[in-house]
T-cell receptor, first 116, second 111 residues
Framework: NAGVTQTPKFQVLKTGQSMTLQCAQD?????MYWYRQDPGMGLRLIYY???????DKGEVPNGYNVSRLNKREFSLRLESAAPSQTSVYFC???????????????FGNGTRLTVT | GQQLNQSPQSMFIQEGEDVSMNCTSS?????WLWYKQDPGEGPVLLIA?????ELTSNGRLTAQFGITRKDSFLNISASIPSDVGIYFC???????????FGQGTTLQVKP
């Protein structure tokens, strides 16, 4: 049972380059999320998708775009990477939006991105 | 906006010792969650708390949902080396629909 799978695990980009982080879940969850983790700042929500066909901004959406390709897949795109986007990115999924009472988040293992 | 203050920021303890960490906020939450992140992996849910005053255990872990709904603590008894990692609290508010994470507590255990 794979759960939430993220690719790639590591990536180095130069400033201005673009890339897409992929995420897929096999738990038939409705909601999917992208977080970034920075030292001393916990996990901050970038974008989320409450259900297939919908996406919404989180706390720190600037510089990112997302696509909910189908129920299983939710991708995060950096159109023009900046050093401030160096971070660890986590995809997560849950039964209902925002990890409410009966549906805590399930996380992938992260993508470690460095922008030089 | 809503914020969670998690403390301590880091802990370095001897194997066998008990550990306590907590999260506080000026806002009320409906659900408190505690996650653990092992090095190189994503956070994994340890304990979920749904009612004010609720005390829940999971093996050597015990967590409580504060009566005021503005705080929660996590205790680990008789720590072992595999307890090493980053522990995150998270609070969910049905009013805002937001799940907020604390900054994390990094735990190191000396054998």
């Amino acid at each position: 049972n794979a759960g939430v799978t993220q690719t790639p695990k590591f990536q180095v980009l130069k400033t201005g380059q673009s890339m897409t982080l992929q995420c897929a879940q096999d738990m038939n969850h409705n909601s999917m999320y992208w977080y970034r983790q920075d030292p001393g700042m916990g996990l901050r929500l970038i974008y989320y998708s409450a259900s297939e066909g919908t996406t919404d901004k989180g706390e720190v959406p600037n510089g990112y775009n997302v696509s909910r390709l189908n129920k299983r897949e939710f991708s995060l795109r950096l159109e023009s990477a900046a050093p401030s986007q160096t971070s660890v990115y986590f995809c997560a999924s849950s039964e209902v939006v925002r990890g409410s009472s009966n549906s805590p988040l399930h996380f992938g293992n992260g993508t470690r991105l460095t922008v030089t | 906006g809503q914020q969670l203050n998690q403390s301590p920021q880091s802990m370095f303890i001897q194997e066998g010792e008990d550990v306590s960490m907590n999260c506080t906020s000026s806002s009320i939450f409906n659900t408190w969650l505690w996650y653990k992140q092992d090095p190189g992996e994503g956070p994994v849910l340890l304990i979920a708390l749904y009612k004010a005053g609720e005390l829940t255990s999971n093996g050597r872990l015990t967590a409580q949902f504060g009566i005021t709904r503005k705080d929660s603590f996590l205790n680990i008894s008789a720590s072992i080396p595999s307890d090493v990692g980053i522990y995150f609290c998270a609070g969910f508010s049905s009013n805002t629909g937001k799940l907020i994470f604390g900054q994390g507590t990094t735990l190191q255990v000396k054998p």
